[in-house]
């Protein structure tokens, strides 16, 4: 069975970085695209950013200009940049194998278990 598995969370005041890693069992080239999600306390799962096969990337509005996602097909990873950290980033993130190229939580094959991000001064 397919694992995904996160990794680099953790807590940093306003106006800092991290940088999540999304390790996968299975090649990531094997579905059209990887994305990344998250969910705060009281709110629904949401897209943050999604990687095709091709490269191409999308990003949620509230996110752009912020953070990168990118890819190693051959280490099977699927890393987030987050720069410029707003407590209101505070959340659990999910990496996500999707089955399609839409930024969507209907598309997701697969969720990774999540890390937490803490933003708070």
């Known amino acids: 069975q397919e694992r995904l598995v996160e990794s680099g969370g953790g807590s940093v005041q306003p106006g800092g970085s991290l940088r999540l890693s999304c390790k996968a069992s299975e090649s990531i080239n094997s579905s059209p695209s990887m994305a990344w999600f998250r969910q705060a306390p009281g709110k629904e799962r949401e897209g943050v950013a999604l990687?095709?096969?091709?490269?191409?990337?999308t990003y949620a509005t509230f996110v752009k200009g912020r953070f990168i996602i990118s890819r190693d097909n051959n280490k099977n990873t699927v890393d987030l940049q987050m720069n410029s950290l707003k407590p209101e980033d505070t959340a659990i993130y999910y990496c996500?194998?999707?089955?399609?190229?839409?930024?969507?939580?209907?598309?997701?094959?697969?969720w990774g278990q999540g890390t937490q991000v803490t933003v708070s001064s």
């Open positions: 990687i095709a096969n091709d490269g191409i990337s």
């Open positions: 996500a194998r999707m089955r399609g190229r839409q930024l969507s939580v209907s598309w997701v094959n697969s």
